[in-house]
């Protein structure tokens, strides 16, 4: 029998315990990956659908530029912009192979997001009782101190596109290559090009600021829904309290000794169902892209930018290029953007020689730059 209440005592002092922790490094892990690789998906779908729609455009353009010989004949069938493969190569099988790209994050790049997240989950909760109570202020600053682990000095390219040497791969496990001709010479060069292209963007200042706005918005939505679900029962609402927001900020609840508390193990449950509600789909409607499409404007100002830079570079093949108004200097320039929060932001860690051409990642910058002072000052 002693041995029988010593087996209950340890299960209850210390098992008990571990396996509930386990269960909360792993539901928070959850939901931070998840968080993290729709707020990437999100951004990353906007650079691939904005270089493709540009392509598109500047063919648009040159066809119009350049009438058939017999102009007197109504033509039903496609053929008036052959020779824009020769300058544009082939916009169908370019397109396909290029959006197979995404490929990388939904297969490779979420589970080494997932094993730096665990890391820094581990690290700042599992020194935690699941059966203490916590505030919604603690809660908060938990949230904080695992974002600044994973988010500070992060270099997001690895996450979104493959290393060269495995690009091949990614098309094959797509399936692209599978069931499609294969490349020509033209093809390869426009798709290295926009693969080019796009780890510039990647890499830019811009892509950081947006994409922190991004894990902003997702993250306050998921302080607001542990808020609404793991501290209902309690006596008194939450009150409604100014957010401040860092360059990596969750939200941040002002001091309140009279504030309600829970029990992490309540949080667990309540992270646990926010999991399967980050991952779905459009129905019903996603409510954490909903927040994302809604609260950060300056995603669309980076689609703008990004759709409207770079025509220059477009002329693969072309044998010109326009000429730039002056010459730029080589680099990125940091982009301050309304909040003063990203005043704190380590700017060093954004800057990256740029594999476009000289001056093309500063041309971004300004671009940016210039349609951040065309926002309205009400934008978020």
């Not at 082939?90 to 589970?111: C, I, M, P, Q, V």
């Not at 200097?329 to 990256?352: C, F, H, I, M």
Request: net charge negative; charged share 25%.
């Amino acid at each position: 029998m002693k041995s029988k209440s010593l087996v209950r005592h340890l299960s209850q002092t210390y098992y008990l315990p571990e396996t509930e922790t386990h269960r909360l490094v792993t539901a928070i892990t959850r939901s931070f990956t998840l968080v993290y690789t729709l707020s990437l998906l999100t951004i990353f779908t906007r650079i691939q659908l904005n270089l493709l729609g540009r392509r598109n455009y500047l063919s648009s353009v040159i066809s119009m530029a350049t009438p058939p010989a017999n102009e007197s004949t109504i033509r039903l069938e496609d053929h008036d912009d052959d020779d824009l493969t020769q300058t544009l190569g082939n916009d169908f099988e370019t397109n396909r192979r290029y959006l197979a790209f995404s490929w990388w994050l939904l297969h490779r790049g979420w589970k080494q997001l997932m094993n730096e997240v665990q890391t820094a989950v581990t690290e700042v909760f599992g020194p935690l009782n699941p059966r203490e109570d916590i505030s919604l202020a603690r809660l908060s600053e938990l949230f904080l101190e695992v974002r600044k682990r994973v988010e500070g000095h992060r270099k997001w390219l690895s996450y979104l596109l493959p290393p060269r040497e495995e690009e091949d791969k990614v098309l094959e496990e797509s399936g692209v290559l599978g069931v499609t001709e294969l490349a020509n010479s033209q093809t390869a060069a426009t798709l290295r090009h926009l693969l080019d292209e796009t780890a510039d963007l990647i890499e830019s200042p811009t892509f950081t600021r947006v994409l922190m706005l991004l894990n902003n918005e997702c993250f306050q939505t998921l302080i607001h829904q542990c808020t609404a679900d793991a501290f209902k029962s309690t006596s008194q609402t939450p009150r409604s309290v100014p957010q401040s927001f860092t360059s990596v900020a969750t939200v941040v609840p002002g001091a309140d000794s009279s504030e309600p508390k829970a029990k992490l193990a309540n949080i667990l449950a309540v992270l646990a169902r926010q999991a399967h509600v980050i991952g779905n789909g459009t129905n019903p409607p996603n409510l954490y892209l909903t927040a994302m499409d809604q609260g950060v404007r300056e995603l669309e100002a980076f689609a703008a930018v990004v759709y409207s830079s770079n025509f220059d570079f477009e002329l693969i093949g072309s044998g010109t290029k326009m000429e730039s108004p002056g010459e730029e200097t080589p680099g990125s320039d940091t982009v301050l953007v309304e909040k003063e929060d990203y005043d704190g932001y380590d700017r060093n860690q954004a800057q990256q020689p740029s594999t476009a051409g000289p001056g093309a990642d500063s041309a971004f910058e300004k671009a940016w730059g210039k349609a951040m002072e065309e926002q309205p000052s009400t934008a978020t």
